[in-house]
C-alpha cells in the first residue's frame, strides 16, 4: 500500500511564503509525473503544477513566477515552494503521483490546507 503524506499547510499573511512537502510511504518507489492541484471552496479541483522524471515543469498561468515545483528523487519527496501569496491561493492542496509497476498507477494525497489571509 503506497500513500502520499503532504505537510507544511497553514495560515499566512498576503505575500507571505509558505513550502509543501508530500512524502511517499515508501522509498523503493520510481514514480513518474508528480503533481500538485488544489480546490478551494465552491470550485472545482484544479492542476497548480507539475514535475515530469526529467525535471521539467509546467504551472498554471496564475501562479507562474510565484511557485516553484521541485522533487528529491532520493527521498521519493514532492515539494511546492509558494512565494508572494494571495487571498486567491487559499484552498486545500494535493499531492498526485504516477508509478509503473508493471500497470500505471495513480495516488493522491489526503491534502493540506493553505490559508492566506491578513
Known amino acids: 500500500q503506497v500513500q502520499l503524506v503532504e505537510s507544511g499547510g497553514g495560515l499566512v499573511q498576503p505575500g507571505g511564503s509558505l513550502r509543501l512537502s508530500c512524502a511517499a510511504s515508501?522509498?523503493?518507489?520510481?514514480?513518474?509525473?508528480m503533481r500538485w492541484y488544489r480546490q478551494a471552496p465552491g470550485k472545482q479541483r484544479e492542476l497548480v503544477a507539475l514535475?515530469?522524471?526529467?525535471?521539467?515543469?509546467t504551472y498554471v498561468d496564475s501562479v507562474k513566477g510565484r511557485f516553484t515545483i521541485s522533487r528529491d528523487n532520493a527521498k521519493n519527496t514532492l515539494y511546492l515552494q509558494m512565494n508572494s501569496l494571495k487571498s486567491e491561493d487559499t484552498a486545500v492542496y494535493y499531492c498526485?503521483?504516477?508509478?509503473?509497476?508493471?500497470?500505471?498507477?495513480?495516488?493522491w494525497g489526503q491534502g493540506t490546507q493553505v490559508t492566506v489571509s491578513s
Open positions: 498526485n503521483a504516477d508509478l509503473w509497476d508493471g500497470v500505471w498507477r495513480n495516488y
Open positions: 515508501r522509498s523503493s518507489l520510481t514514480f513518474t509525473t
Open positions: 514535475i515530469r522524471t526529467d525535471g521539467t515543469t
